[in-house]
């Protein structure tokens, strides 16, 4: 399974961004898909997650109430919708398959990743 993730760029501080994740392969529809970044730094970290179904959704707490996560099964895509970024939000946002069909945080819980799209926030 290959993952494309897209939508990255470089936007002001209070704007927004939807990031993109497709799936090469209708399996995707099947697993949980979680949403990690990684700036410079520091480690990478779990920003959102959502079961296959699209019914679960869990999101770090340095984004919630900002950023949404969402998925199409019938397109293979998973979304992120961010809104009201900040600075502190700049980082290469990676999505994930997981191996099951539930959410997990942790980055073990993963077996396919994309390959990252780059965020920058100015302020």
């Known amino acids: 399974v290959q993952l494309q993730a897209s939508g990255g760029g470089l936007v002001q501080a209070g704007g927004s961004l939807r990031l993109s994740c497709t799936a090469s392969?209708?399996?995707?529809?099947?697993?949980?898909v979680g949403w990690f970044r990684r700036s410079p730094g520091r480690e990478r970290e779990f920003v959102a997650g959502i079961n296959w179904r699209g019914g679960d959704a869990y999101y770090a707490d340095s984004v919630k109430g900002r950023f949404t996560i969402s998925r199409d099964n019938a397109k293979n895509t998973v979304y992120l919708e961010m809104n009201s970024l900040q600075p502190e939000d700049t980082a290469v946002y990676y999505c994930a398959s997981a191996y099951s069909s539930a959410t997990a945080k942790s980055p073990d819980a993963y077996r396919y990743w994309g390959q990252g799209t780059l965020v920058t926030v100015s302020s």
């Open positions: 392969r209708r399996t995707f529809s099947n697993n949980a």
